[in-house]
């Protein structure tokens, strides 16, 4: 054996670990992004999914972090018996004789993965839907002004004039299909609500800004 033969076997040896632990490290961190962290599990499957789960409020300063926390992608898993779970409370949740809303976000359970409910009052017999990984990529021109309230911030509702009419979104279905809509009117203010929820924004924050607005223009 010569001696370059000796050293393309070292480099061959060393070129098959490094890619090992890159496809390893790359494994690990898409691992992160697409499950729940172990006190997520823990916490989902502490009860059964005719359980709520606890409202996180902004009255409290560590449930208040949390909902100013962006959330993260979910990969759309039929089998993942967890995620099947947290759908299910967090719907029991949402339809609680305490909160009975029109959505809930993910966040607002101590859950932050980009998974939302929403009561569709543009179909027929209003049914709640669930969305995953959500997004909003068109709003339009036109405003609409609403009141809105929040589970998270209890005991108080604001006029907003600053949600779009209308919105398109993107978003997974729970069997792992890939969407886009075109929502109007009051529904796609629940959404734009919502979908704020998964990016650590509250409905005060629209309100404060137009505040501001309104104070410059004066």
Not at 131 to 140: D, G
Request: with cysteine.
């Amino acid at each position: 054996m010569s001696f370059d033969y000796f050293t393309l076997m070292k480099n061959q040896i060393f070129l098959i670990f490094t890619l090992l632990l890159i496809i390893g490290c790359s494994s690990t961190k898409n691992l992160g992004k697409n499950s729940f962290s172990s006190e997520e599990s823990r916490l989902i499957m502490n009860a059964d999914s005719l359980k709520p789960m606890r409202v996180y409020k902004i009255t409290n300063k560590k449930d208040s972090l949390l909902l100013r926390t962006k959330s993260t992608y979910i990969k759309a898993n039929p089998n993942d018996a967890v995620l099947q779970n947290f759908v299910k409370r967090l719907y029991a949740t949402v339809r609680d004789g305490l909160s009975m809303g029109v959505g809930i976000a993910a966040p607002q359970v101590g859950i932050l993965k980009n998974i939302i409910w929403v009561q569709r009052f543009d179909k027929e017999h209003f049914p709640f839907e669930v969305y995953l990984n959500p997004k909003i990529v068109k709003y339009s021109d036109d405003k609409q002004t609403v009141k809105e309230g929040c589970l998270s911030i209890p005991n108080r509702t604001e006029i907003l004039n600053s949600r779009a009419q209308s919105i398109t979104i993107e978003y997974d279905t729970i069997n792992g299909e890939h969407k886009t809509e075109t929502i109007e009117g009051f529904t796609s203010v629940i959404f734009q609500h919502e979908i704020d929820h998964l990016n650590g924004i509250l409905y005060l924050d629209h309100l404060e800004k137009e505040v501001r607005n309104a104070q410059k223009t004066n």
